[in-house]
């Protein structure tokens, strides 16, 4: 599976960006979607996750501001970002879980939130 990422971009802080990730294959039957991110001289990090029953997990630290979903049907993925924060500022990664816990990821995106 193949995965293009898009939408990052320079934004103020309080303001929104919406990121999308496009797979080459289908994502209906794959284990998991998800957000990681990796802010600049740090590890990569769990930002949210979808199953595949639709159930959603995120990380405390986007809780109540950011928000996953996908589209089955249009093989794609989505994260929305509200309330940016300068600590939001990452290359962020979409990635898919397959069947077999194979990872498959996305080519990072580039947030930066100025304050």
């Known amino acids: 599976v193949q995965l293009q990422a898009s939408g990052g971009g320079l934004v103020q802080a309080g303001g929104s960006l919406r990121l999308s990730c496009v797979a080459s294959?289908?994502?209906?039957?794959?284990?998991?979607v998800g957000w990681y991110r990796q802010p600049p001289g740090k590890e990569r990090e769990l930002v949210a996750t979808?199953?595949?029953?639709?159930?959603?997990n995120y990380a405390d630290f986007v809780k109540g501001r950011f928000t996953i979903s996908r589209d089955i049907t249009q093989n794609t993925m989505y994260l929305q970002m509200n309330s940016l924060k300068p600590e939001d500022t990452a290359v962020y990664y979409c990635?898919?879980?397959?069947?077999?816990?194979?990872?498959?990821w996305g080519q990072g995106t580039l947030v930066t939130v100025s304050s």
């Open positions: 294959q289908s994502i209906f039957s794959v284990r998991d």
């Open positions: 990635n898919v879980i397959g069947r077999r816990g194979e990872h498959y």
């Open positions: 979808i199953t595949n029953g639709g159930r959603t």
